[in-house]
């Protein structure tokens, strides 16, 4: 596994988002995790999976990670992109780490430093100040790609990361 790949990673923003909601009202994004905590994927993916083609972007992380492990659904690296990257542009930061992983070892994407530099140092600057593992880690993946890259290499990728600007959800179609 890469250093990058951080299985425990999306599932702590996971339980992260959940936390931000309060846990106090059910509703399908709670349904979604408790299913998901039990090992009902199918349910879990019944539930995320409309609200990702709505273009929310924490579903669209979590149907990524589904795809990615192949929880629920065959496993399929070029779909768990797919939902990264929509989650991603809009500036999800677990989909932009989650991104940069599949980017920095070629999963589902081909390999790509400048890309995976440019996604985890976005990451690594949205993570919430409450979230300083999270911040901590991307800032270490970075630093790993980073030793795979030139000067040149790098310049690009921060100054893609400088030009980004978030898109606005839109429904999937």
């Known amino acids: ?8 990673g999306a599932l702590l923003i996971v339980i992260i988002l959940f936390g931000l909601t309060g846990g106090a009202a059910a509703g399908p994004i709670e349904d979604a995790w408790a299913a998901y905590q039990r090992g ?3 349910t879990a993916l019944q539930l995320w999976q409309p609200r990702a083609l709505l273009g929310v972007d924490f579903a669209q992380n979590n149907l990524g990670m589904l795809y990615e492990h192949g929880q629920g659904v065959p496993q399929d ?9 929509l989650a991603a542009e809009q500036g999800n930061p677990t989909a932009q780490s989650n991104l940069a992983s599949m980017y920095y070892v ?3 994407v081909p390999q ?14 949205r993570f919430p100040l409450s979230a300083k593992e999270d911040r901590k880690q991307a800032a270490h993946h970075r630093y790993i790609v980073a030793s795979n890259m030139t000067p040149a290499q790098i310049a690009d990728a921060e ?3 400088g030009e980004w600007q978030p898109k606005p959800s839109t429904p999937v179609r």
């Open 40 to 42: 009902d994927y199918a």
């Open 112 to 125: 790509d430093y400048v890309q995976a530099y440019m996604w985890i140092s976005l990451a690594a600057s």
């Open 77 to 85: 690296y070029g779909e768990a992109a797919k939902w990264y990257r």
């Open 159 to 161: 100054k893609r990361a």
């Open 1 to 8: 596994m890469s250093p990058l790949t951080h299985q425990g």
């Open 106 to 108: 070629g999963e589902g």
